[in-house]
């Protein structure tokens, strides 16, 4: 299978503190994506980082990718409740024209 | 406006009883998509259609046929209903099936009693 491992599958900070979630793989992919998931809603695409880039910033989100490793991490700085969701990597694996979902951690930001 | 809205959002019903879910995308992307999202929260694509073709079908139940009339539509029929299939499904799509940014729709959640 190629489905993504996330790590941890729970997560739960402060306001303020620093959020950091892993996401391992199994084949060669094209890129990797991370979602966010509010509670009952859809997916919402944050970011999404290319096999030959190692690292990626959009406002307080940091992406980084190691391919010899097979795996990626999401840093979001000083956070906010408004974080409060479920966070899901996606593989999309070369020849497989589709997007692999890990499980999702689920992060708690507590005021 | 919405990019890719589903309908409806909440679904209740029998076993045996058949039901379907309508999906447009106001995007104007080529590809769409069928996701299913278990209790667990696992999300597993169950098919992918590019330009009104199917290109993915994820050993998924005869029961179930997605149906494209043209490529801003991706509709999910599914007969026979069993309990299983209780969960929620979510419609996305994408501007090529290389799998750039994919847009989400809210969700279905399918509840078969």
């Known amino acids: 299978s190629q489905q993504g491992e996330e790590d941890p599958q729970a997560l739960s900070i402060q306001e303020g503190e620093n959020a950091t979630m892993n996401c391992s793989y199994k084949?060669?992919?094209?890129?990797l994506q991370w979602y966010r998931q509010n509670s009952g809603r859809g997916l919402v695409h944050l970011i999404l980082i290319r096999s030959n880039e190692r690292e990626k910033h959009s406002g307080r989100l940091r992406v980084t990718l190691d391919t010899s490793k097979k795996s990626s991490s999401l840093l979001i700085t000083a956070s906010r409740a408004a974080d409060t969701a479920s966070y899901f990597c996606?593989?999309?694996?070369?020849?497989?024209?589709?997007?692999?979902f890990g499980q999702g951690t689920r992060l708690t930001i507590n005021p | 406006d919405t990019a890719v809205s589903q309908t409806p959002k909440y679904l209740v019903t029998q076993m045996g009883n058949d039901k379907s879910i309508k999906c447009e995308q106001n995007l104007g992307h080529d590809t769409m998509y069928w996701y299913k999202q278990d209790s667990k929260k696992f999300l597993k694509i169950m098919f992918s259609y590019n330009n009104k073709e199917l290109i993915i079908n994820e050993t998924v139940p005869n029961r179930f046929s997605p149906k494209s009339p043209d490529k801003a539509h991706l509709n999910l029929h599914i007969n026979s209903l069993e309990l299983g299939d209780s969960a929620v499904y979510f419609c996305?799509?994408?501007?090529?099936?290389?799998?750039?940014?994919?847009?989400f729709g809210q969700g279905t959640r399918l509840t078969v009693v």
């Open positions: 996305a799509s994408s501007q090529q099936a290389d799998h750039a940014e994919a847009f």
């Open positions: 996606a593989t999309d694996a070369k020849g497989a024209q589709k997007l692999v």
């Open positions: 084949t060669s992919i094209n890129n």
